[in-house]
């Protein structure tokens, strides 16, 4: 078997591939990473064919050969490379699986912007069947048309693929530096799209923990999910029947309360509270089909979520480094 992975330099690809490469089920696999601005490095089993996936010519030679695919690459709030990288790519790839002789699987990772997550309301658990009402921006769109990709492909041509959605991906210290108020801060809101810029400097001098609010007033909840759970999530998925055809959601059971966490972080650290009302909506981004279909769990829960990002102490060569704009 030989396993075609994209974005394998990405967070996801970083945790995926060890991960893969030491289980003793997949040990007679190889591994192709096409890569093109960043290369992971070639072992015996792993090997890198560098190129675009706006390119046809590099997804085809990174293709000879594969029996299943994972694509993991995205292209965020980058315009210009949207149509040639993003849509292109995921169209290269889906052709050059319909025409391959070898190729059995089609893995893409999906994310919840394409049911758009916090700025869409929902007076339920989103589950598979809502409706996909992307959030305003390119990233968002990109995920709802691969999806839709996907989905065509399979109804077209039978081809055997699924699509893991997963919410906003937490690893090592990610969650501490969302509720960050200094510079360093990851992800979004950024805090001085709600606050005056100088309130938000002054709680990042006072040791302050955000309380974010809903268009209601109440603690805003919004999914999350632990890279290793989506590891664990696409090993789960990889050449299991039911997988066939299928979306789902991979998030944590519950949303993570933002009221839970500033209790837990004055409980055990400290910290002071704010609050900070927004115009965002709460969401549940339910991951019982995953659950069901697939016998897949997530590990980690909310008290291990913060533990795990408070303790995470970075080595001099892991610097933070976002690796795209927006």
């Known amino acids: 078997m030989k396993l075609l992975v994209t ?12 991960e893969f490469l030491s289980r003793e089920r997949y040990r007679d696999w190889q591994v192709v990473a096409l890569c093109n601005n960043r290369v992971v490095k070639e072992t015996p089993r792993l090997k890198v064919v560098r190129g675009s996936l706006g390119d046809p010519d590099a997804v085809k030679k990174a293709m000879a050969g594969v029996s ?27 052709e050059a699986f319909r025409t391959s002789a070898t190729a059995q699987q089609f893995i893409l990772i999906g994310g919840d912007c394409s049911v758009g997550h916090m700025f869409v309301p929902y007076d339920a658990p989103i589950t598979e069947s809502a409706p996909r009402r992307a959030y305003p921006g390119t990233y968002a769109l990109t ?16 081809l055997n693929g699924c699509c893991l959605r997963a919410p906003w991906i937490m690893e090592k210290d990610d969650f501490r530096h969302a509720l960050d108020f200094g510079p360093d801060q990851f992800g979004g809101p ?19 923990v955000p309380l974010l609010l809903d268009h209601t007033g109440a603690a805003l909840r919004r999914s999350f999910v632990h890279a290793s759970d989506v590891v664990s999530a696409i090993l789960a998925a990889l050449d299991h029947p039911a997988s066939n055809g299928q979306l789902f959601n991979i998030g944590m059971n519950e949303p993570v309360d933002y009221a839970r966490v500033a209790d837990y972080l004055q409980s055990t650290r400290g910290y002071a509270t704010v609050e900070i009302p927004s115009p965002y909506h709460s969401n549940w981004l ?31 060569d892991d610097p933070r480094k976002v690796w795209y704009p927006g």
């Open 7 to 18: 974005g394998a330099t990405g967070k996801l690809g970083s945790n995926f591939l060890p």
């Open 143 to 158: 995920k709802v048309l691969e999806e839709v990709m996907l989905e065509q492909y399979h109804q077209q041509y039978g």
């Open 190 to 208: 950024p805090w001085t799209d709600l606050l005056p810029a100088s309130e938000v400097a002054r709680f990042a001098s006072q040791n302050m």
């Open 286 to 316: 339910d991951n019982s089909k995953a659950r069901h279909l697939l016998d897949w769990h997530p590990a980690i829960a909310f008290e291990a979520l913060v533990e795990a990002a408070w303790t995470y102490r970075r080595a001099a």
């Open 68 to 94: 299943h695919v994972l694509h993991l690459a995205a292209v965020k709030e980058s315009p210009g490379q949207v149509i040639d990288v993003a849509i292109k790519g995921m169209f290269h790839l889906l």
